[in-house]
């Protein structure tokens, strides 16, 4: 199985910036990435995808705050967050085609 580490959460003011990053062990197949997020008490949610393609998808929430990206060479998954909200507070996880899930990253935002 693929191992997924994501890294980079913690505690910004409202309004700041924060990004994450997300490696994995191996990358066998070409696979869609993507960063989900879930708060206590609510359910998972998705926040961005990326296809091999280069092709991205947003959710409502984060539309044009965050942007997701993947380093061609290493593979390493990106989510670079701006303009956070206390909303996003959250456990952020990393995951390759909705199969294999890192076990998160927490970001706070007060």
């Known amino acids: 199985h693929v191992q997924l580490v994501e890294s980079g959460g913690g505690s910004v003011q409202a309004g700041g910036s924060l990004t994450l990053s997300c490696v994995a062990s191996?990358?066998?197949?070409?696979?869609?990435m993507g960063w989900s997020r879930q708060a206590p008490g609510k359910e998972r949610e998705g926040v961005a995808s990326?296809?091999?393609?280069?092709?991205?998808a947003y959710g409502d929430s984060v539309k044009g705050r965050f942007t997701i990206s993947q380093d061609a060479a290493t593979k390493v998954l990106y989510l670079h967050m701006n303009d956070l909200k206390p909303e996003d507070t959250a456990m952020y996880f990393c995951?390759?085609?909705?199969?294999?899930w890192g076990k998160g990253t927490q970001v706070t935002v007060s």
């Open positions: 995951a390759a085609d909705m199969e294999y």
């Open positions: 191996e990358y066998t197949r070409e696979y869609c």
């Open positions: 990326i296809n091999s393609d280069g092709w991205t």
